[in-house]
């Protein structure tokens, strides 16, 4: 089996951003502890992206404000999400890591993991927020459908908040399923069940808002009853995953109650599906997640499951887990007639 390519620059620890809970320690234990796995994996040092390929996701404008902002010594976008003097280039090259990473997944399979920062999936078009600056696993996608001419990619966000950016940005869009499951009334306060898109892009959002406390009985559900009949009728030529460690039992910035293993299923049941599909990837994305040792265990667990070791899931589902699952499956089966 080939190494999975773990994507990952100096910048990244760069991007200062004081004592907050998105750190450069993040990356600094996760980088150790990944060194030390014993795993096969390819280290790649990524270039920086085009910023042709940020603005087929966000204003130029605003790219340019970032630059401007950064090389003009730094400071805040909003309460939390901060610019330091190095945060524009770690931003650009935790950009160029999905853009990399895509072409290696078409041209030779090869599966990897994204050890960037800052992160992304709340970036929106014209505004940072949520610790994001560009919109990673958006830029990625828009490359994959734009420069390598696909036309279905699946995008799977298990990070405890949603992805509010990465969702505005294929709304309208029928290339790309973006399926999020999330705390129900977090942070940022979108991702609700009745969000499913607009116009030629409806029924192609797709998320799962779950009650505090919902844990591996949910991972379950939501994966084997709803992501897997959707991808076999959409059949994705690329995966790619918005991977958050805040849904961890125990995360301060959380509420959701996953286990390690979670984490491992869930890489091991999308390998599965790609296999099975034919697609390239998975490609995982690194969000949140803080506490860097439980981040970091879970990151190793994550690329066990990359390579195709599925754990023991316990698949006991509360009321209120089955409830949740069953409210989405409800509200986007009319748009996929046959596949439920």
């Known amino acids: 089996m080939e190494p999975i390519a773990i994507y990952y620059h100096p910048l990244f620890i760069e ?23 014993g795993l096969d994996l390819e280290w790649i040092t990524p270039d920086p992206a085009p910023v042709a390929a940020i603005a087929r996701v966000h204003e130029q404008a605003y790219i340019d404000s970032i630059r401007e902002l950064a090389y003009g010594d730094g400071g805040w976008l909003d309460w939390d999400t901060a610019v330091s003097p190095k945060s524009y280039e770690a931003a650009v090259h935790a950009a160029g890591a999905g853009l990399m990473a895509v072409d290696r997944a078409l041209s030779t399979g090869q599966r990897a993991f994204l050890l960037v920062r800052p992160p992304g999936h709340h970036a929106c078009r014209a505004r940072g927020m949520g610790f994001c600056l560009f919109d990673n696993i958006a830029v990625a996608a828009a490359y994959a459908l734009q420069e390598r001419g696909l036309q279905r990619v699946l995008i799977v966000d298990w990070d405890v908040h949603h992805g509010n950016g990465t969702q505005a940005a294929f709304y ?35 998320n799962v808002p779950l009650q505090v406390g919902a844990g591996d009985g949910a991972v379950g559900l939501v994966f084997e009853t709803l992501l897997g009949p959707l991808a076999r009728a959409f059949r994705p030529q690329l995966v790619l995953v918005s991977a958050g460690y805040d849904p961890q039992k125990g995360d301060p910035l959380g509420g959701l109650c996953f286990s390690q293993d979670a984490f491992q299923w869930m890489a091991a049941y999308l390998v599965g599906l790609c296999e099975e599909l034919g697609a390239a990837g998975p490609i995982v994305f690194l969000e949140g997640g803080y506490i860097p040792e439980m981040m970091a265990a879970s990151i190793v667990a994550t690329l066990k499951g990359m390579q195709g070791e599925a ?11 089955e409830a949740d699952v069953r409210e989405t499956v409800e509200e986007i089966k009319p748009y996929w007639k046959g596949a439920f």
């Not at 942070?187 to 009745?194: D, H, I, N, Q, S």
């Open 15 to 37: 991007h200062e951003t004081g004592d907050h809970p998105e750190s450069k320690q993040r990356l600094v234990v996760a980088k150790e502890v990944l060194e030390q796995s």
């Open 172 to 206: 309208d869009d029928p290339r790309v399923i973006y399926l999020s499951t999330h705390l129900a009334g977090h942070f940022p306060g979108t991702g609700k069940v009745r969000e499913v898109g607009v116009g030629d892009g409806e029924g192609f959002t797709v």
């Open 311 to 321: 754990p023991e899931l316990d698949r006991t589902a509360s009321v209120d887990e």
